[in-house]
């Protein structure tokens, strides 16, 4: 007769098949599932703007899918309620190489007289350098993305290889919170299929 409880037992058991190493499907599909929870929160985020940064997110993607040429997307959010009030996709492919989502937004908010320093700005991927100096320049309270500079690059879209981060703490003006890796389950699909032959420059 066993001296090991029925509780003890079940204890190994469990421990053995916690330790036990998963197929690599299954490992695949644990560090995706990880990914997704591993959102890196800078600064001040309440509990309930990440959950409206979180909710926002396919609203931004949905932009980036109705861009023509450049799948990059960014919504405004009001802290207040957690709407999104207003929305932009990037148009760069129309000769103005500016025209990048974030940009795009920012400039069709100044026009409706939204108040930039109230507001979140939430983007389907990493803000490039001239984009992150805008929303500084702008005053935004929080930036979130979805897809890092570094994933594009390694998936073959030409990027300037500067992080959002390293701006905005090189930054004299008011430095806003960030967010990264948001909803990148959502975000990342976007960018895989897009062709290193391209040659075109982000967004």
């Not at 695949?28 to 409206?52: F, K, N, Q, V, Y």
């Not at 905005?168 to 290193?196: G, M």
């Amino acid at each position: 007769m066993s001296s090991r409880s029925p509780s003890r037992r079940r204890f190994l058991c469990a421990a053995a098949t916690a330790a036990a190493p998963l197929p690599l499907g299954g490992a695949l599909a644990h560090a995706e599932a990880r990914a997704r929870t591993d959102t890196d929160w800078m600064g001040d985020w309440p509990s309930p703007l990440r959950a409206a940064v979180r909710a926002a997110m396919p609203v931004a993607v949905r932009h980036a899918r109705a861009s023509a040429k450049w799948p990059f997307g960014a919504v405004l959010v009001d802290p207040a309620d957690g709407a999104v009030v207003a929305g932009a996709g990037n148009s760069s492919e129309s000769g103005d190489p500016t025209a990048h989502a974030e940009v795009n937004l920012l400039r069709s908010a100044a026009a409706a007289g939204i108040d930039l320093p109230g507001h979140v700005l939430v983007s389907t991927a990493e803000p490039c350098p001239m984009c992150a100096g805008a929303l500084l320049w702008g005053g935004v309270r929080a930036v979130a993305y979805g897809t890092s500079i570094a994933r594009l690059i390694a998936w073959g879209v030409p990027q300037i290889d500067v992080p959002l981060t390293e701006l905005v703490r090189k930054s004299l003006l008011p430095r806003p919170s960030v967010a990264r890796a948001v909803r990148t389950e959502i975000t990342d699909p976007l960018y895989r299929s897009l062709s290193r032959a391209t040659g075109d420059s982000h967004v």
